[in-house]
């Protein structure tokens, strides 16, 4: 059965200071998807990043850097010198790569909640 | 602008009454679904739909109902059969770049008070 669970449930830092979200998933399927989303206090998710299982290369976005390990099934995001606009809920998602007709389930994790203070 | 919109923000609903809540795209996408999310939980898949005029079950589908009739449109009728409806609900839509690869797009979400 497809799972994702983010461990941490809520993560408070200083700003400036880098974090790390934690990500693990579980899946049978070979091919599959990955992804970020961000929640700021006015609830729409804001997507980050999509990366599928045949590309384990680390991607960085400005300050924002994933680092997918598929020997540990974990895909994990860290902010470096986060600012206070960071603050917000992150989800780690994943979906089967099956072809569907456009239809992919996303199974979400239960979220991170991040603040970081002044 | 091309996007989803979802409307009301906030609804209250007296225990006992339907209620609907509105989705709409622009975005031209062919999947649509309605997320539930409850406090310090992910998001749970409720309806999706492919197609119009065709409709899915998601993992907790009792209680609510859904229509799609116009591709743009996707509403949601949370039924007094809804035992526990007080929550955030996100509307989506999605685009398949092929064998697999998506992208899902959310709108802003409508969060349901039952008084």
């Known amino acids: 059965a497809q799972k994702v669970t983010q461990a941490q449930t809520e993560i408070s830092v200083v700003e400036k200071e880098d974090v790390t979200l934690d990500c693990v998933y579980e899946?049978?399927?070979?091919?599959?998807?990955l992804f970020w989303y961000k929640q700021p206090p006015s609830g729409e998710l804001v997507f980050l990043i999509r990366?599928?299982?045949?590309?384990?290369q680390n991607e960085i976005s400005g300050r924002y850097s994933w680092n997918f390990q598929k020997s540990t099934s974990s895909f994990n995001f860290t902010i470096t010198a986060s600012q206070v606009v960071d603050s917000a809920v992150y989800f780690c998602?994943?979906?089967?790569?099956?072809?569907?007709?456009?239809?992919?389930?996303?199974?979400f994790g239960a979220g991170t909640r991040l603040a970081v203070h002044p | 602008d091309g996007g989803i919109t979802q409307s009301p923000k906030y609804l209250f609903r007296k225990e006992g009454q339907n209620v609907t809540l509105s989705c709409e795209q622009n975005l031209n996408h062919d999947a649509m679904y309605w997320y539930r999310q409850d406090p310090g939980q992910g998001l749970r898949l409720i309806y999706y739909s492919q197609i119009v005029n065709d409709f899915q079950k998601g993992d907790i589908a009792e209680g609510y109902s859904v229509s799609r009739e116009k591709k743009e449109s996707f509403p949601l009728t949370v039924t007094s059969a809804q035992k526990n409806p007080t929550a955030f609900y996100l509307c989506?839509?999605?685009?398949?770049?092929?064998?697999?690869?998506?992208?899902?797009?959310f709108g802003q979400g409508t969060r349901l008070t039952v008084v």
């Open positions: 998602a994943l979906s089967e790569g099956e072809f569907s007709g456009g239809y992919n389930k996303l199974i």
């Open positions: 990366r599928n299982s045949f590309d384990e």
């Open positions: 989506a839509s999605s685009i398949d770049y092929g064998t697999g690869d998506t992208e899902a797009f």
């Open positions: 899946t049978r399927d070979t091919t599959y998807y």
